[in-house]
């Protein structure tokens, strides 16, 4: 698919840049013209992934080693991207994962980490970024942030209690970013992902023995797993001047709602 949007002249930021739904997001981004730096906790595998956006966009990557559960680092990320590209129009919040843990014997330690990964990056990412975003703002129009939930931050995941917190706390720490920069032009949205196939996740279907294929068609009217890239493009959707009037939205990409039955409607 060619690209959707024009960012020509845009500087995006794509925290977990380097796989998954952060890796298409940063490659759509790359393709629609934008200049993007991705940050992940490994130098190595930001800079293999780089390699790759390079050489299948010819766009211009800019990797940033960064812990985001670490303010300090998200901070000298935010810094190392304005020195090297000289401004930031769009920050997309994506870095993030889940631990499986039941609510009756989860460690603490495991709910701390959920936290931060998941709900302390994007505060800590956002707030460092928020100068630049206000001064792209006010010479644009308008500066963006997507913030990457997930649907177990609307319905709850079971086993995944922590995560679930956070992602609705995600959702909230939208709505409330959304009030108070909305302001200076500073849209702030979220997308909150269903069931995505991303090289991970199906990595771990496999050792599992999860049947992704029969879950997602037994729960969603789209009838299969999502692909990252139909996350990206939802993504870029609403850092584009085509979702100019929303903000503090959470947009889900999941193949429909979760809607139980009593009888077959299916004509
Ligand atoms: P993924 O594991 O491929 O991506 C997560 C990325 O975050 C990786 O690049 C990883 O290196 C990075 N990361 C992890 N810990 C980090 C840290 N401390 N500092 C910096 N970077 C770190 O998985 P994904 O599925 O692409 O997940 C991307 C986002 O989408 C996450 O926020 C996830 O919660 C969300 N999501 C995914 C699904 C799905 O089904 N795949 C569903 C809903 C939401």
């Not at 010819?58 to 559960?69: L, Q, W």
């Not at 014997?105 to 100068?131: G, H, I, K």
């Not at 319905?155 to 706390?169: L, R, V």
Request: proline share 3%; net charge neutral; aromatic share 6%.
């Amino acid at each position: 698919m060619g690209a959707t949007f024009d960012f020509t002249g845009k500087v995006a930021i794509v925290t977990g840049g380097g796989s998954g739904i952060g890796e298409a997001t940063a490659t759509e981004f790359l393709r629609s013209g934008a200049k993007v730096a991705i940050a992940g906790r490994k130098a190595d595998r930001l800079e293999a992934a780089a390699e790759k956006m390079r050489k299948t966009t010819g766009g211009e990557v800019f990797c940033c080693a960064t812990d985001v559960r670490v303010q300090e680092q998200c901070q000298a990320l935010i810094e190392a991207v304005v020195r090297h590209f000289g401004r930031i129009d769009i920050l997309i919040n994506n870095a993030g994962g889940a631990r499986h843990a039941a609510l009756r014997t989860a460690p603490v330690e495991s709910w701390r980490q959920d936290m931060a990964l998941n709900l302390d990056s994007a505060f800590f990412c956002s707030q460092a970024a928020y100068p630049h975003l206000k001064a792209a703002a006010a010479e644009n129009g308008q500066a963006v942030i997507v913030n990457i939930s997930s649907m177990a931050g609307n319905g709850g995941t079971t086993g995944c209690g922590g995560y679930s917190a956070a992602k609705a706390g995600l959702q909230m720490f939208t709505r409330v970013s959304a009030a108070e920069w909305g302001p200076k032009g500073v849209r702030v949205n979220a997308v909150a992902a269903g069931m995505i196939a991303t090289p991970l996740a199906k990595a771990n279907w496999a050792k599992t023995g999860f049947d992704a294929n029969a879950s997602a068609a037994a729960t969603f009217p789209l009838r299969r797993p999502g692909e990252p890239e139909e996350v990206a493009r939802a993504v870029l959707f609403m850092a584009s001047d085509a979702a100019s009037y929303i903000t503090g939205e959470t947009l889900i990409v999941g193949g429909g709602p979760t809607i139980k039955g009593m009888i077959d409607t299916d004509d």
